[in-house]
C-alpha cells in the first residue's frame, strides 16, 4: 500500500468482500437481487443461446429484470440478438467474452458483419426513438448478457457501479483517480467500444489494489447493495417485512407527505433487526452509511 491508502477502509471492503465467498448476503432468495439473479439463471440454464430466438428470449429477460429499458428503444432488442448471434457463429460467445476479459481487451474480438455492414458489438447504437433518430449504444445490457454467458465472469457496467466506483476508491484512500470509467464522442454520445476496455480495466484495478483474489461477481454484489441503499432502493436488498419496518422507522415525508424520503446517513443500524442476525447485510449498511 502506498502512503495514502487508507489501510482500514481497504480492510472493511476486504472483509465484505471474503464473507461474500463464503456466504451470500442471504441464504435464500429474499430480496430482489438474489430472486431476479435466480430467474435469469434458470433462463440460460434452459436455453443454449445459440439461436437467434433464444438470445432474444435471454435478453428480453435480462433487461425486464435489471430495467435497462431497452424494450422502449424500437427495435433495440431484435438488432442487438442480431449482432450477438452472428458474432457466436464466429465463436461461441462464452469464448469471445472471456477471451476478451483474458487477454489484452482487444475490442475488435467483437467486430462482425451482417448484410455487408460491419458493425462493433460494443459500438454499435441500438434501435430508435418514435421520430426515428438513432438511439444509443448497450453497454450495460451487454456486460450483464456477458456476465451470465460466462457464470458470472465479466463485470457489469451500470450506472450504480459508476457512481459507488469512485466512492470506493476514495474511501480507500488510493490516491488520484487514475481510471475512466465512461468515455463520452461526438455530441456527448458514450463511445461503448472504448468504455467498456476502460471499465473493465478500472474493475481490475480496484481488485488488484484491494488484494486480489476477488471475483467480478462479489465485487458486483458489494457495489449493487451499498448503492441500492444509499439511493434508498430498500425494497431490492429487504424482505416486505424489513421494507415495511424501514419505512416506518426510517423514511420521511416528503412536500406532498408521502413517506419516500431515506436518508443512510441519518438511520440507526443498531435498531434495525434484520441487521442484527445478518452480519454481511449489517456490514452493507454500515458501509453504505460512511460511504453517504
Request: glycine share 8%; with cysteine; aromatic share 12%.
Amino acid at each position: 500500500m502506498n502512503e495514502t491508502t487508507n489501510p482500514e477502509q481497504v480492510k472493511q471492503i476486504r472483509d465484505i468482500l471474503d464473507g461474500l465467498k463464503k456466504q451470500d448476503v442471504y441464504s435464500n432468495e429474499v430480496d430482489g437481487f438474489s430472486s431476479d439473479k435466480k430467474a435469469i439463471e434458470n433462463i440460460f440454464e434452459k436455453t443454449n443461446g445459440r439461436s437467434l430466438g433464444e438470445i432474444l428470449l435471454r435478453l428480453t429477460v435480462i433487461d425486464s429484470m435489471y430495467s435497462t429499458q431497452m424494450n422502449r428503444r424500437y427495435y433495440a432488442l431484435q438488432e442487438l440478438a442480431e449482432k450477438l448471434h452472428c458474432l457466436n457463429k464466429k465463436k461461441p460467445l462464452p469464448e469471445l467474452f472471456k477471451e476478451f476479459i483474458e487477454g489484452n481487451r482487444d475490442v475488435s474480438l467483437f467486430d462482425g458483419t451482417i448484410g455487408g455492414k460491419k458493425f462493433n458489438l460494443f459500438a454499435e447504437n441500438y434501435g430508435i426513438s418514435k421520430d426515428g433518430s438513432d438511439k444509443g449504444v448497450a453497454v450495460s445490457l451487454i456486460s450483464k448478457y456477458a456476465y451470465f454467458e460466462t457464470h458470472y465472469g465479466f463485470p457489469i457496467y451500470d450506472s450504480i457501479a459508476c457512481e459507488m466506483y469512485p466512492r470506493i476508491w476514495s474511501y480507500c484512500g488510493f490516491g488520484k483517480k487514475d481510471y475512466q470509467l465512461t468515455i463520452k464522442g461526438d455530441k456527448q454520445r458514450m463511445v461503448g467500444d472504448k468504455t467498456i476496455v476502460a471499465y473493465t480495466k478500472a474493475i481490475d484495478e480496484m481488485i488488484k489494489r484491494l488484494g486480489g483474489n476477488i471475483s467480478y461477481d462479489h465485487l458486483d454484489r458489494l457495489l449493487w447493495f451499498v448503492g441500492k441503499i444509499i439511493r434508498g432502493n430498500l425494497s431490492l436488498v429487504l424482505d416486505r417485512e424489513g421494507y415495511e419496518w424501514s419505512v416506518d422507522h426510517w423514511f420521511e415525508e416528503d412536500d406532498k407527505g408521502n413517506k419516500v424520503v431515506f436518508d443512510i446517513s441519518k438511520v440507526d443500524i443498531d435498531e434495525a433487526y434484520f441487521c442484527k442476525n445478518n452480519t454481511r447485510l449489517r456490514a452493507m449498511f454500515e458501509l453504505a452509511k460512511k460511504l453517504k
